[in-house]
């Protein structure tokens, strides 16, 4: 099974600044199998980036997401409010999925 | 639109089974696996398996085989999620989730979320 390890756990950042987010396989995965996910308190995930840097219908263009092999990044361009969340990546490999333990991005 | 609408809350006891449904509407319910996805308070996801609504074929996680079975009824449009042998670690949301059907493999849409509660 394919590990997911998120770095850093927490993210303290302030609305408007760069925050960047680490996903790093424990072997390699394709790139079009890597995901990024946002959850909020009390919501189900919403996937925002897929096949590691494709964003997902109606996401807006400050999230990106880049990365191959066994490293992955996303990268949100400037926070808004409504960014701070917890974010998760997540790969499929040999029809089994697995995701990392999350990232929380929180308000400095 | 798409919609995946998850059964209530439910409340149990160890050693006892659970079964979660998940409606889904406003697409073909035969045309994309569903997966079930497990989340601890406060903790992070944990993909569990997923169904072939059309065969009812299945992928389990190694850490729910045995324990795990997951259905569907396409007459009425409906996956559903079996947990058997509870224990209080088993206190979880579980969500069910759509999988693209292309080439990517994500999660395209989720259900709200069902809380089971194991306590004896």
């Known amino acids: 099974e394919i590990v997911l390890t998120q770095s850093p756990g927490t993210l303290s950042l302030s609305p408007g600044e760069r925050a960047t987010l680490s996903c790093r396989a424990s072997q390699s995965v394709s790139s079009s199998y890597l995901a990024w996910y946002q959850q909020k308190p009390g919501q189900a995930p919403r996937l925002l980036i897929f096949?590691?840097?494709s964003r997902a219908t109606g996401i807006p263009d400050r999230f990106s997401g880049s990365g191959s092999g066994t490293d992955f990044t996303l990268t949100i361009s400037r926070l808004e409010p409504e960014d701070f969340a917890v974010y998760y990546c997540?790969?499929?490999?040999?029809?089994?999925?697995?995701f990392g333990q999350g990232t929380k991005v929180e308000i400095k | 639109q798409v919609q995946l609408v998850q059964s209530g809350t439910e409340v149990t006891k160890p050693g006892a089974s659970v079964k979660v449904s998940c409606k889904a509407s406003g697409y073909t319910f035969t045309g994309y696996y569903v997966h079930w996805v497990r989340q601890a308070p406060g903790q992070g996801l944990e993909w569990m398996g997923r169904i072939n609504p059309t065969t009812g074929g299945t992928n389990y996680a190694q850490k729910f085989q045995g324990r795990v079975t997951m259905t569907r009824d396409t007459s009425i449009n409906t996956a559903y999620m079996e947990l058997t042998s509870l224990r209080s670690d088993d206190t979880v949301v579980y969500y069910c989730?759509?999988?693209?059907?292309?080439?990517?493999?994500?999660?395209?849409?989720w259900g709200q979320g069902t809380l089971v509660t194991v306590s004896s």
């Open positions: 096949g590691a840097s």
């Open positions: 989730a759509r999988e693209e059907d292309g080439t990517y493999n994500y999660f395209d849409y």
């Open positions: 997540q790969q499929y490999g040999s029809s089994s999925w697995t």
